[in-house]
């Protein structure tokens, strides 16, 4: 890597984990790894054979995708998000949502000058976006605390990566209505919205939030953690078409563009709610296990109210606490990763086998 590109960019944080990986996977029965949110369940049957009868596929596809896919995305927004009069110009599908994250200042056309905002703590690759664009970064707590000069790009994060925290609807519908008085484009990462546990995780393109109007609002929403298909690279983009639009031409000339037989099995995954139900299930079960045995053992959770995390701490350095499971075999990623905020809490993911989940368990 040139030093220009080492320069912009941060340390890759997952490579500091690998000798406490090692000393994890020394243990007698094996590493429990609880430290990235990767499923592990399988790929549901009608979602394989969806992109099995797609396989055939030899043309390109397009960015936008076919019209079945725009349909699908539209019909899930209208059931499940109570969006309204969606249209295929409120709709772009994309590459998984981490590509869009990390590129969309670029695509943005923001630069020196230009300021992005996210959560004080969040997932790294905001702030690699922002770096990325050689734009400006904020964190924040409060995001209508912010000095909205120059604020080209707001982040919003509900429910949250690392912690879980849900925003209410009424948070929602303030920052909105900020974000609009100032001409501050809004993205909301809603990666996880159908996992919540203790709370009922609300969009920002509900009407009771936006009033109706999608100007100025855009939400992310990824099929890796509800269907299982973080390994199909599939996620879509809802909200301004005034936005989408000159999207949707980046995106052409850039090339970026859903394989068509992922696009057959998002079809087939948006159109099916018994097997989110199915999954949902499975996630719950396992955090039921491991919050008692964290607790048991003298952690404290805070928020983890939604989401596939329970974000946990003992008090004392991540480090601390990530060694001290380490040496039970269970690996899990230290708080500081998220930002300087989480210095004392560690991630514990729910993405394990049910087998791994009760090793853990009787570890700990």
């Given at each position: ?84 009069e969606v249209t295929h110009r ?38 690699v976006g922002a770096r990325l ?232």
């Amino acid at each position: 890597m040139s030093s220009a590109v080492s320069d912009r960019l941060p340390t890759f944080p997952w490579d500091k984990l690998e000798p406490y990986k090692k000393t994890a996977a020394a243990h007698p029965d094996g590493i429990v790894d609880l430290s990235v949110g990767t499923p592990v369940d399988p790929v549901p049957d009608l979602v394989q054979k969806a992109l099995i009868d797609a396989a055939d596929s030899p043309g390109y596809p397009t960015v936008w995708g076919t019209p079945a896919l725009r349909d699908a995305i539209t019909g899930w927004l209208e059931r499940r998000l109570g969006a309204r009069e969606v249209t295929h110009r409120h709709v772009l599908p994309i590459v998984g949502s981490k590509e869009l994250v990390a590129w969309l200042p670029t695509q943005l056309g923001l630069g020196p000058g230009d300021k992005v905002a996210y959560p004080r703590l969040a997932y790294p690759t905001y702030e690699v976006g922002a770096r990325l664009a050689r734009a400006r970064y904020e964190v924040y707590d409060d995001p209508t605390e912010l000095d909205p000069a120059n604020l080209k790009l707001l982040w919003l994060n509900s429910p949250s990566n690392p912690t879980g925290r849900v925003l209410s609807q009424a948070e929602l519908t303030r920052v909105v209505a900020w974000a609009r008085r100032h001409g501050v484009l809004v993205f909301s990462d809603e990666c996880y919205l159908e996992l919540g546990w203790e709370a009922d995780p609300v969009s920002v393109l509900h009407p009771d939030v936006n009033g109706g109007s999608y100007e100025g609002i855009v939400s992310v929403h990824s099929l890796s953690k509800r269907s299982n298909l973080a390994g199909y690279r599939a996620a879509f983009l809802a909200g301004d078409p005034a936005v989408l639009g000159p999207l949707l031409e980046i995106r052409k000339h850039g090339g970026m563009m859903t394989s068509a037989p992922t696009q057959a099995a998002v079809v087939a995954a948006l159109g099916d709610d018994a097997h989110v139900r199915e999954q949902r299930e499975r996630y719950a079960a396992r955090r039921a296990l491991l919050r008692e045995a964290l607790l048991s053992h003298g952690f404290r959770i805070e928020h983890s109210e939604a989401s596939l995390y329970l974000w946990a701490t003992r008090d004392e350095s991540c480090w601390s606490t990530v060694a001290h499971l380490a040496d039970r075999g269970i690996l899990v990623a230290p708080g500081d990763f998220y930002g300087e905020a989480g210095e004392k809490f560690v991630r514990v993911a729910l993405t394990a086998t049910d087998e791994r989940v009760r090793a853990a368990v009787e570890r700990l």
